[in-house]
């Protein structure tokens, strides 16, 4: 609803509006948002960047602009004001590769955590309810499903949140999967979590959503467009750029002298990864900052951006290994992509198999930094950096240390 005309003997008989931020608390602009009539203009100008879903063409780290009155009534109602045990805090998918990593820092920076997780989680389903209690010490552990609304209302919501933290994914990218888990069973949290009266909405998302060609990424942003849309709760969008542990597939045959596999001459994509722990800390970061609010956060790890050739020659140096490198042409991946969409007509099972291989050549070729629209590229100086462990570190340590806590489970396939 447009405020731009609102001549002076109609101020008297204003009637109260509802603030974007705070639904609860109606807004009586008359005296409370200023004694002028342009600031009156200003605190109910139209939000059009509230309905118009900032997915593709986004400026790292943008942000709306906020009224006085929008600013006063958070600050009336703002959980940041409360003493952090008192803050509840809801993470979903707590179990998984991500989830793991921001639950346990939440509970060490104090906050009162819930850990929503299936009974049978982990890599395959190995997990028992027992050990994830014993995972989350200082959290409150709750069991059930987050396909259902009933089950998170019951367990996750059955007391009220200030704040839900969603590490949900989908645990292959497979187009059902991608549906069931990044937005539909996603959205039911959200959805819950507003009937409940949660305050701020911390979502896990990907920086590979600025050029959606796969079913996930698409998924993905319809969630991002339901969240940015939201009446009554504010956002986080964290975008990171890759994983170590998706890095990590080839530093066991590097040590043990096998070629280095790469696509084209191994410089067609680069990225910026960040630790597990980096992005679990800047994940709780979202919670705390206000200058995280209501914006979509691409993020990556310290240091440069590097080609699948730079990690190679890297891992090779650390082995004292000879460098050998295989290419593998990108045509022989469309090759197999094609061959699978045949067959999927034939085989509707199959479709996944095509969708995995849509993935693997994304990936090769896609880089994972920020996208500049205008200069139609990706920039490594425009992704964001954070945190203290560079890839560098990482391959060091995974060469002493071994691979442990890194198993891919069911995106080894990636």
Known sequence: MSHTALPNQHLQNLKPQRCLHTPFRPCTSKLQCSSSLHAHREN???????????????????????????????????????????????????????????????????????????????????????????????ADVRFGDVSSKDSLRKSAFSEPADVVVSCLAS?????????????????????????????????????????????????????????QSAQGITYSIVRPTAFFKSLAGQVENVKKGFPYIMFGDGHLASCKPISEADLASFMADCVEDKDKVNRVLPIGGPGRAWSAKEQGQYLFKLAGKKERFISAPVGL????????????????????????????????????????????????????????????????????????????????IF
Not at 53 to 81: F, G, M, N, W
Not at 217 to 227: G, M, R, S, V, Y
């Open 44 to 138: 109910h100008a139209p939000r059009l960047s509230r309905d118009q879903p900032q997915v593709l063409h986004i400026r790292p780290h943008s942000r709306k602009r906020k009224s006085p009155v929008q600013c006063q009534a958070e600050t009336q109602s703002d959980y940041r004001t409360h003493s952090k045990q008192d803050v509840r805090i809801v993470v979903a998918g707590s179990t998984g590769y991500i989830g793991k990593y921001v639950t346990k820092e939440l509970i060490k920076r104090g906050y009162n955590v819930v850990a929503f997780a299936r009974e049978k989680s982990g890599v395959g389903g190995k997990q028992s309810t027992e050990q994830t209690q014993k995972d989350f010490q200082g």
């Open 333 to 412: 991946m469309d090759g197999i992509i094609s061959c699978f969409d045949g067959l999927t007509r034939i085989f509707p099972g199959l479709e996944d198999s095509a969708e995995f291989g849509r993935i693997g050549r994304y990936y090769a070729t896609e880089s994972m930094l920020v996208w500049d629209d205008k200069q139609q590229k990706y920039v490594a100086d425009a992704t964001p950096s954070y945190g203290k462990e560079s890839l560098e570190q990482f391959f060091e340590r995974a060469m002493k240390e071994g691979l442990a806590g890194q198993e891919l489970g069911d995106a080894a």
């Open 171 to 227: 645990r292959t990218g497979g187009k059902k999967d991608s549906w069931a888990i990044d937005y539909q069973a996603t959205l039911n949290t959200l959805e819950v979590a507003q009937e409940t009266g949660a305050k701020h909405f911390v979502l896990l998302s990907a920086i590979c959503v600025q050029k959606p060609l796969l079913e996930f990424q698409h998924a993905k942003l319809k969630f991002e467009e339901a969240l």
